[in-house]
């Protein structure tokens, strides 16, 4: 959530600082501002809405400079209006962009006001700006004021600062917010991410937790935790410029569906041969670390929590290994037993998510045998911290509801859960059916994309409707739970995912002619009970769409449901098979309701704070 560019060079800097707010937009946000150095004074403009409101201001009333910085806002403290909007300023003297919370604003507030500070905004950001400049003040040069401000503030935040009296540079610090440094010639760059940047640089550092950083258009310093100068590994990103732009289609959302093949292949590449996985594909000797795994706690937050959730099935019924699965949230605020040769496993999209990275920490204290991410970001701080990683292959996933990110991740869960079987003894053929299931997967996958005129001809169905439930069983329950999420992020039509079993538990109450049910239907020993389950939602009226394997004998019922079928290969790899129908169809619906759809209202990307 909320996005961070600055920028210092020898050229004006504005045109950069729009073009990483626009490459930031996926993140989710509510206003835009700018601030930069015009040799003279700190100029700001900030807008209520998207970046588009920010360029037409500035199209009024232009800012020049070779120093600035500049922040899409989400909000959490204030409404979203321009006062509240950063860059948040102290006077004309400093100036501050800011994602994450500061928990002891308040107190905070009322020390800096007794120092005769004026707060002009309801936000906890203005805080850091008034304490900096408060320190500068005292005598402290911007980088010292930054140090001694950041000391004060408790919570998390990324922070980007330009000073008046300190023309050319600019200093950042980080913890518990990802910040990124890109490197140029004769020119600078921070950014909340590299997509911010990578039209300007592909040559970046990774400030890791606690560190603080001053770029000037020549140099870059880095300071850690405790003071002292550190130098940070320099990355040449292979991100292109398009692999972040929408291309031929209309929505990032549809470009990322269709992505999925090569994007869950990739995954794969590189880490089966044959009919077996190569060893030692999640780090160096982990065999020795997964020979003595006796239980797997899994951690993750929204669509990565569902895959984990799938993951569950997976190693109980394969690998023998019993599962715990809990949203990260949960998990680090409770008093949790940990079985004895436990791995902790972690999934993220980003490697930046808070309370996954929390809870990941917490881990770490509770003695569990090892931890694993798996996750799409190289060098985010999910992967630093653990000690195995598995890497998605996903690349860039821009629409705020999560769709190639999660067949990644059930991929390389996957991959996970059949060593592990393998280490457990599964029976050698069975072991290589599974993995020859696996390699399946993006062959199928593409297959399913192409019902997706059937599915788009289907949604017109859902246009009025303002509920829907999704039924699933086994492991495709947690399918049914992601399909729910994705047809309420980005149509706002309230839906929700049942184990179909549970139907006669509540949620049959629900059933009328105005409550559209959608079910998937794999060809496995749960089919008949689960048709009982469909049967229960005629005899109601209600409206029934079924996404069905190809070898399913299931009746359209009458025309007020439908059938779709496809192949959806093995009940192994079937669960991210049917994800691929119910993702089209919350696309197609929330297309014809006319939302948002790469950026939903009230909901960020990377989800930095709690």
């Not at 509510?30 to 601030?35: E, L, T």
């Not at 560190?211 to 880095?222: A, G, M, Q, Y």
């Not at 996954?356 to 999910?382: D, M, Q, W």
């Not at 025309?559 to 290969?569: C, P, T």
Request: proline content about 3%; aromatic content about 6%.
């Amino acid at each position: 959530m909320c996005g961070i560019v600055a920028a210092t060079a020898e050229r004006d800097v504005v045109a950069i600082l729009i073009a990483g707010l626009r490459a930031l937009e996926y993140r989710g946000y509510d206003s835009a501002g700018i601030a930069v150095f015009d040799g003279t004074q700190i100029q700001r403009t900030r807008a209520v809405g998207k970046v588009r409101e920010l360029e037409a201001r500035l199209a009024s009333n232009p800012l020049a400079g070779v120093t600035g910085i500049a922040h899409t806002r989400w909000a959490t403290h204030g409404v979203p209006n321009e006062a509240n909007a950063h860059p948040q300023s102290s006077v004309d003297a400093i100036s501050v962009v800011h994602n994450g919370i500061i928990e002891n604003y308040v107190a905070l507030r009322a020390e800096l006001k007794q120092l005769g500070f004026r707060f002009d905004s309801d936000t906890d950001t203005e805080v850091i700006a008034h304490l900096i400049h408060h320190f500068c003040k005292q005598g402290l040069n911007l980088r010292a004021a930054v140090r001694a401000a950041i000391a004060r503030l408790e919570g998390a935040f990324a922070i980007a600062v330009i000073s008046r009296d300190e023309p050319g540079n600019v200093v950042g610090a980080r913890r518990g917010s990802p910040l990124v440094i890109g490197l140029g010639i004769g020119e600078n760059f921070l950014g909340s991410d590299v997509q911010a940047l990578i039209k300007v640089t592909n040559q970046f550092c990774y400030l890791e937790e606690g560190d603080l950083v001053e770029i000037s258009r020549t140099s870059v310093s880095i300071e850690d935790a405790d003071g002292n100068a550190v130098e940070r590994s320099q990355y040449a990103s292979e991100l292109s410029t398009d692999a972040v732009e929408r291309g031929e289609y209309r929505h990032y959302m549809l470009k990322e569906i269709y992505e999925q093949p090569r994007a869950i292949a990739d995954t794969l590449e590189g880490r089966i041969s044959g009919e077996h996985i190569l060893p030692n594909i999640f780090g160096v000797d982990s065999e020795a670390l997964l020979k003595r795994v006796r239980h797997v706690q899994i951690i993750a937050c929204g669509t990565s929590y569902h895959a984990g959730l799938v993951a569950r099935y997976w190693l109980e019924a394969l690998a023998g290994i019993p599962c715990s699965v809990e949203v990260a949230s949960e998990y680090r605020y409770r008093h949790s037993v940990v079985p004895t040769d436990s791995l902790f496993l972690a999934i993220s999209q980003s490697g930046e998510t808070a309370d996954t990275l929390a809870a990941l920490r917490e881990a770490k204290r509770r003695g569990y045998l090892g931890s694993f991410a798996i996750c799409n970001v190289p060098e985010s701080s999910l992967v630093r911290e653990s000690d195995l990683v598995l890497m998605t292959r996903a690349g860039p996933e821009i629409g705020v509801a999560s769709t190639k990110a999660f067949t990644t991740q059930l991929s390389a869960l996957g991959l996970l859960v059949l060593e592990l079987a393998r280490i457990n003894g599964l029976e050698v053929s069975r072991y290589k059916e599974l993995v020859n299931d696996l390699s399946s997967l993006p062959r199928l996958v593409s297959e399913a994309l192409k019902q997706a005129p059937a599915i788009a001809k289907l949604a017109e169905r859902f246009v009025q409707k303002n509920h829907a439930l999704f039924l699933g069983r086994g492991a495709n329950y947690p399918v049914a739970l992601e399909g729910a999420l994705k047809l309420k992020e980005i149509s706002y039509i309230h839906a929700e995912g049942y184990p179909a079993g549970e139907l006669k538990h509540g949620p049959l109450a629900l059933v009328d002619e105005d409550m559209p049910v959608i079910a998937v239907a794999p060809n496995n020993t749960l089919l008949e009970k689960l048709k009982s389950n469909l049967e229960e939602v005629r005899a109601r009226g209600g409206e029934l769409f079924v996404f069905a394997d190809n070898k399913v004998e299931i009746a359209n019922g009458d025309s007020r449901g439908a059938v779709v079928k496809f192949d959806s290969g093995s009940n192994f790899i079937a669960p991210a098979i049917f994800t691929i129908p119910l993702q089209l169809l919350a696309y197609h619906v929330a297309v014809l309701r006319g939302t948002d759809v790469d950026q939903p209202r009230n909901l960020a990307k990377s989800v930095t704070v709690e």
